[in-house]
């Protein structure tokens, strides 16, 4: 947006697999990180069920939880630890507690790697940055590892594409360059609503779209007994 606001002729792709720019309900990338961590947990479910234990996977989501609340959801997770819904480790411990009354012989914890605790939620930014500088673990999934015994993973860099996000990402190559040929630019290419449209880059520039803690997808992983620590 700012060399748009230059003068320069720019048109914008929404290509990341967080899902979080602002404007477009999709972005090129995510279906196809959604199915790798998705197949991370699947295949944490054999281990996990032979061995009877607790295990954590840490999920790409610094700010936003669009890919672990997906693959919490698709893989059949247990627990799932976005930024968006600070958590509370007592209710953590209580969600596992609870599975293992019920019989249940283990459990998977998703959480992303900018997950927040309810106690961290209430500092300020810089306080945040702070105490984030100071930790001697490489990120939180430690942290919460050492409290309940959990392996970890990190495997959503890579791999192939899957088919929506190569058709996703031809649509934007093809609205690109027809707004390039028709004379625009300073837009960046988006879908809403299933259809490809021209969202002005001013709009977008500076936004993050985030998880809507009351959405529909949490409130149905909430009836599927997935827990969010809150």
């Given at each position: 947006?700012?060399?748009?606001?230059?003068?320069?002729?720019?048109?914008?792709?929404?290509?990341?697999?967080?899902?979080?720019?602002?404007?477009?309900?999709?972005?090129?990338?995510?279906?196809?990180?959604?199915?790798?961590?998705?197949?991370?947990?699947?295949?944490?479910?054999?281990?996990?069920?032979?061995?009877?234990?607790?295990?954590?996977?840490?999920?790409?989501?610094?700010?936003?939880?669009?890919?672990?609340?997906?693959?919490?959801?698709?893989?059949?997770?247990?627990?799932?630890?976005?930024?968006?819904?600070?958590?509370?480790?007592?209710?953590?411990?209580?969600?596992?507690?609870?599975?293992?009354?019920?019989?249940?012989?283990?459990?998977?914890?998703?959480?992303?790697?900018?997950?927040?605790?309810?106690?961290?939620?209430?500092?300020?930014?810089?306080?945040?940055?702070?105490?984030?500088?100071?930790?001697?673990?490489?990120?939180?999934?430690?942290?919460?590892?050492?409290?309940?015994?959990?392996g970890t993973g990190h495997t959503q860099r890579g791999g192939q594409p899957d088919a929506q996000d190569r058709v996703f990402a031809t649509q934007c190559g093809v609205e690109a360059a027809?707004?390039?040929?028709?004379?625009?630019?300073?837009?960046?290419?988006?879908?809403?609503s299933g259809k490809m449209c021209r969202v002005p880059l001013e709009e977008v520039a500076g936004k993050l779209k985030y998880v809507d803690p009351g959405s529909d997808l949490v409130h149905?992983?909430?009836?599927?007994?997935?827990?969010?620590?809150?």
């Amino acid at each position: 947006n700012r060399l748009r606001e230059e003068g320069l002729s720019v048109i914008a792709l929404p290509k990341t697999i967080d899902n979080d720019t602002w404007g477009t309900d999709l972005t090129f990338g995510f279906t196809s990180a959604v199915e790798i961590a998705t197949k991370c947990i699947d295949d944490i479910h054999t281990t996990a069920s032979s061995h009877g234990r607790v295990f954590v996977i840490e999920i790409m989501g610094h700010k936003v939880g669009w890919i672990p609340l997906y693959a919490a959801v698709a893989g059949g997770a247990d627990v799932c630890l976005i930024p968006e819904i600070p958590y509370d480790m007592d209710n953590v411990i209580a969600a596992i507690n609870r599975r293992m009354q019920a019989g249940a012989r283990f459990t998977i914890i998703v959480v992303a790697e900018g997950a927040i605790s309810r106690d961290e939620a209430t500092l300020s930014k810089k306080e945040y940055k702070k105490l984030v500088a100071a930790r001697n673990s490489p990120s939180i999934v430690y942290d919460i590892a050492r409290e309940i015994d959990v392996g970890t993973g990190h495997t959503q860099r890579g791999g192939q594409p899957d088919a929506q996000d190569r058709v996703f990402a031809t649509q934007c190559g093809v609205e690109a360059a027809l707004g390039f040929l028709e004379g625009e630019s300073g837009f960046m290419v988006a879908q809403r609503s299933g259809k490809m449209c021209r969202v002005p880059l001013e709009e977008v520039a500076g936004k993050l779209k985030y998880v809507d803690p009351g959405s529909d997808l949490v409130h149905e992983a909430r009836s599927l007994g997935i827990s969010f620590g809150d």
